[in-house]
């Protein structure tokens, strides 16, 4: 065998209590650590970079180890045969706290972490394992123990970039991987005339240089001393950090490029997530003789990620890891969400595997975004390459693709269903694109109030878990007995509602006390050297090259709400105007886009309000009448969307709870 698997389960405890899910009954969970050995030589896996080059037991295989955690009924035979692997976001546990509405935990084991039960009460094996090898243990992260990658057992050496954006006044000191979370790769040398600190005010603005002198490499170390000293600070020298002691300005962007070292073969975080589910899904005993906690012979496996993790998802498959190793497929369906037009790069020598995606703003340089971005083939017309994300039938999964504005804004969505010069693309039969109107990137199930942050606009504020729960019955059913999920839902420049900037300018109204972006986050071909496609990175910061990629977004109507794809309950019947995108404030990058927070605009309450403000919006009173009228509005939406398999019967009444009193104190609605 060219790969193996051995779980070491550690711990084994009552999930939620104990408490029974129906006719599933109870729950338990197991964590551990899987052990994994892999061939460098086998010909589905000589692609990841470096693994050449990792170190070697006697056997000749590659050793690295994985996090692990297993929520499944304490009767097996009462499961539904399916395994819902939970691509934790960088090493944090997400599923049961979407597809549940339950609170966010890395640590789901009280009865209040299993939030509405849904995933329990149909069944699932919810699986987590961690696949992100750079993070460093905390907040009950899971993570790996990779090997480093070296030249005949001499360290390797290159260039690393990374960036980083304070929101605070008075930090003076960061990693060098830009997140406390995440394991840097360490300067070969301590000179700081070795690298090179800039920042700039926006990214296309001229980087300033840092003279090497105002800075070190080094961190702040804080004690406590002796003899009534109180509290004391010291300054050490660190291959980790960066010391600025005049401070970080807010809002800026700062870069630094510097000779890194020892990168880890990062893209075995693939590896581990095929041969782990792969061994739950089919295998009987792992490598050391232990039964499969499942008992094997599972029926099918489904992935889901958001975020990161959705782009994971998407580049695991385009990498062809979604066959194992006997050429079984894996996942028999994902559920990719919010991962707009990226892919992971993982497969390249100094990785950073939390590296957010290119946005507006921030990280904006970054690579996540490249083609192929659909999953239909296509052509690159700036390169004259033809790719696609699908393109091993024996092995591809079925695939229901789900996005929110903010990807339209901020992470390139439209191309997932366009070519490169933004022309409606038909996707394959067994793909399903899905924007979900007028919400956000993450949209908290549990979120009670707005809040602002360094943003110009409340943040959006739309529910949208009931989908959740709607595609994962869709694509089980779509999987198990061939029933076709409700077709796609998107935005098409045939139709109108896929957009130029210059068109939604047009369209989108004129709101008291509301400025508008530009346009989405562009997305121009970056040059990061000739050796980019195999892995090897030799121009930080990259070049543009030559020619862009067409980035489209939807239309809106009267409100500003998103026309074209699946309308939550709270779109159909607003309370506001809802938007994928929201503006830096002052002194935090004014003007551009933030993150990935999207808006939420309070309509006018009454007719007066509206003609006091010049407000060009219908007014809450003239809409609805009363509260009565508002609820109506929102269960006759909520009940199309049952109707239409979009969304499940028991969120009805969920629904139609969340819109008592204008749904306040969500909603800012003053009657």
Not at 175 to 190: F, K, N, Q
Not at 433 to 441: C, D, K, M, P
Request: with cysteine; hydrophobic share 35%.
């Amino acid at each position: 065998m060219s790969t193996s698997v051995t779980l070491d389960v550690s711990r084994r405890r009552p999930f939620a209590d104990g408490i029974a899910f129906g006719e599933i009954g109870a729950f338990e969970r197991l964590d551990g650590v899987a052990r994994f050995t892999i061939d460098p030589h086998a010909p589905g896996d000589v692609h990841i970079v470096d693994l050449d080059k990792a170190p070697q037991n006697a056997d000749g295989l590659v050793e690295y180890s994985a996090d692990f955690s297993i929520i499944k009924p304490v009767e097996m035979s009462k499961a539904n045969g399916r395994i819902f692997f939970d691509y934790g976001n960088r090493g944090n546990m997400r599923a049961i706290q979407f597809f549940n509405d339950a609170p966010a935990s890395n640590d789901p084991i009280a009865a209040a972490h299993a939030g509405n039960g849904y995933l329990m009460r149909r069944g699932y094996v919810v699986a987590n394992c961690a696949w992100q090898g750079d993070l460093w243990p905390g907040d009950g992260r899971m993570t790996m123990n990779l090997p480093v990658a070296t030249d005949d057992d001499t360290p390797i050496s290159g260039l690393v970039r990374s960036e980083f954006i304070v929101a605070a006044p008075g930090q003076a000191c960061m990693p060098l991987s830009g997140r406390a979370s995440t394991r840097c790769h360490p300067t070969v040398s301590l000179d700081t005339a070795t690298a090179r600190l800039t920042r700039r005010r926006y990214p296309e603005d001229e980087r300033e240089e840092i003279s090497p002198d105002r800075w070190s490499f080094a961190r702040i170390e804080g004690g406590v001393g002796l003899d009534n000293q109180g509290a004391e600070t010291a300054i050490v020298p660190s291959d980790c950090h960066i010391l600025l002691p005049e401070g970080f300005e807010t809002g800026w962007i700062y870069e630094i490029v510097y000779t890194g070292r020892d990168p880890l073969v990062m893209n075995l975080g693939h590896a581990a997530v095929r041969d782990f589910v792969s061994f739950l899904k089919n295998g009987e005993k792992d490598a050391a003789g232990t039964p499969n906690p499942l008992g094997g012979g599972m029926e099918k496996a489904y992935a889901w990620g958001r975020s990161q993790t959705g782009r994971c998802i998407r580049d695991m498959i385009h990498q062809g890891f979604n066959a194992d190793i006997e050429g079984k497929r894996v996942f028999d369906g994902v559920l990719p969400h919010v991962s707009g037009g990226g892919l992971m790069w993982l497969n390249h020598r100094f990785a950073c595997g939390v590296s957010a995606a290119g946005q507006q703003y921030e990280d904006h340089e970054n690579i996540a975004d490249r083609f192929p971005f659909s999953y239909a083939e296509s052509t690159d017309h700036i390169t004259g390459k033809r790719d696609a994300i699908l393109k091993r039938p024996e092995s591809d999964p079925l695939v229901l693709h789900t996005q929110t504005g903010t990807e339209y804004w901020q992470r390139h969505g439209s191309l997932v269903h366009t070519d490169t010069e933004g022309n409606d693309l038909d996707q394959p039969d067994t793909v399903r694109v899905f924007l979900w109107s007028s919400s956000q990137h993450f949209a908290d199930p549990n979120q009670m109030t707005p809040s602002r942050g360094v943003c110009q606009q409340n943040n959006n504020i739309v529910k949208t878990s009931m989908f959740f729960r709607g595609m994962l019955d869709a694509m089980d059913a779509w999987a198990t007995d061939g029933t076709p999920p409700p077709d796609s839902r998107i935005p098409k420049r045939s139709d109108g509602t896929l957009v130029t900037a210059e068109e939604w300018h047009k369209q989108f109204p004129a709101l008291p006390g509301v400025n508008r972006p530009s346009g989405p986050n562009g997305l121009p071909a970056y040059d990061f050297g000739p050796d980019a496609d195999r892995g090897f990175l030799t121009k930080q910061p990259p070049e543009i090259g030559n020619g862009s990629y067409t980035v489209l977004v939807p239309a809106v109507d009267a409100d500003g709400n998103d026309i074209a794809g699946v309308r939550a309950p709270m779109v159909q019947a607003p309370l506001g105007t809802y938007t994928g995108w929201n503006l830096r404030d002052r002194g935090q990058g004014e003007g551009y886009m933030h993150e990935f927070t999207g808006s939420y605009v309070p309509l006018p309450e009454t007719d007066s309000v509206r003609r006091s403000t010049a407000d060009p919006r219908r007014s809450i009173v003239e809409r609805y009448g009363d509260n009565g009228g508002y609820t109506k509005a929102v269960v006759a939406a909520a009940k199309q969307l049952v109707a239409d398999r979009l969304m499940l019967e028991e969120d009805v009444e969920r629904v139609e709870a969340l819109s008592k009193d204008w749904g306040r104190p969500l909603h800012d609605v003053r009657l």
